[in-house]
């Protein structure tokens, strides 16, 4: 079974651009979340979506925005871009609902803003 | 909300020894569940152990305990006879059910070193 994958692995952009993360989670999974870990701020939560709605929303400014698509696959945006931004955002799946079915994480796409 | 501390920023341990890692939490949610997760060199979040807030039994998973404590609010996660292979970094986090424990809340994190 495969696992969640998430690309691309590795982005530089630069201040003031957008970008689009992509997470594919595992097949059967309709539950994807997303984390961003820095080191100052560790591991923060970001958003759930779950069967193409916005489900839970952490506390992150309207800039970070995303969206899941019928088969589950969800992108996330980041449009003006802070040097703060520069993190490794993580997206995880899940079958909702049950923690004896926890989420399980992709290897994440790092951000490096210049 | 919710809130996870994890006291000890490092441990070290030696092979074939056990160590606890500390986790305390805190949450107004009546349900909810908390989890260890370990994070490696290579940054994959792998999942160790969870444990349902109404479970009256401690979990256990292999060589990984959690000593859930509820009314001290604690969770810490016990490994048994260490591996040089569980040298990583390790999180607690919980999330409340009614979030579909999709909403995970993390702690900062213990850094775990194994020597031989």
């Known amino acids: 079974k495969a696992g969640v994958t998430q690309t691309p692995r590795y982005l530089i952009k630069t201040r003031g651009q957008q970008v689009t993360l992509s997470c594919s989670p595992i097949?059967?999974?309709?539950?994807v979340s997303w984390y961003q870990q820095t080191p100052g701020q560790g591991l923060q939560f970001l958003f759930e979506?779950?069967?193409?709605?916005?489900?839970n929303k952490g506390n992150f400014p309207g800039r970070f925005s995303g969206r899941q698509f019928s088969n589950s696959r969800s992108e996330m945006n980041v449009s003006t871009l802070e040097l703060g931004d520069s993190a490794l955002y993580l997206c995880?799946?899940?079958?909702?609902?049950?923690?004896?079915?926890?989420?399980?994480f992709g290897d994440g796409t790092r951000l490096s803003i210049l | 909300a919710q809130k996870i501390t994890q006291t000890q920023p490092g441990m070290f341990v030696q092979e074939k020894e056990a160590v606890t890692l500390d986790c305390t939490y805190d949450?107004?949610?009546?349900?909810?569940?908390l989890f260890w997760y370990k994070q490696p060199s290579s940054g994959e979040m792998i999942f160790l152990i969870y444990?349902?807030?109404?479970?009256?039994q401690n979990a256990t998973e292999g060589r990984y305990s959690l000593n859930f404590q509820k009314a001290r609010k604690s969770a810490n996660l016990v490994i048994s006879a260490s591996q040089l292979g569980d040298s990583a970094m390790y999180f607690c986090?919980?999330?409340?059910?009614?979030?579909?424990?999709?909403?995970?809340?993390f702690g900062k994190g213990t850094m775990l070193l194994v020597s031989p």
């Open positions: 995880a799946s899940s079958l909702a609902g049950d923690p004896n079915q926890p989420q399980h």
């Open positions: 979506y779950f069967s193409e709605t916005q489900r």
């Open positions: 949450t107004s949610d009546p349900s909810y569940g």
């Open positions: 097949s059967g999974h309709r539950s």
């Open positions: 986090a919980m999330s409340p059910m009614n979030s579909g424990y999709s909403t995970l809340t």
């Open positions: 444990q349902g807030s109404y479970d009256q």
